[in-house]
């Protein structure tokens, strides 16, 4: 009995596995999609800051 229920667990488990393999396959360019649009996002951010005013560029230097 107990070999039973472990050789079950087994197939239970090598089911999920190929159920999670299955769907992956199924959805890889909408997950691919998300994914870049993800990177894309946090370029723009990267950007963004990279390209931000200083605090002191409100000054004016010529005044003095």
């Known amino acids: 009995m107990k070999t039973a229920r472990f050789v ?3 197939v239970a488990i090598a089911m999920a596995i190929a159920a999670v393999v299955c769907t992956i396959a199924a959805f ?11 990177i894309d996002r946090v370029e ?3 950007a963004e ?3 931000q005013p200083s605090e ?4 004016d230097d010529d005044i003095m």
């Open 56 to 59: 002191f560029d409100d000054y």
């Open 8 to 10: 079950l667990k087994i």
């Open 28 to 38: 890889w360019d909408q997950i691919m999609d998300l994914i870049d649009s993800i």
């Open 49 to 51: 800051r990279c390209f």
């Open 44 to 46: 723009e951010r990267r």
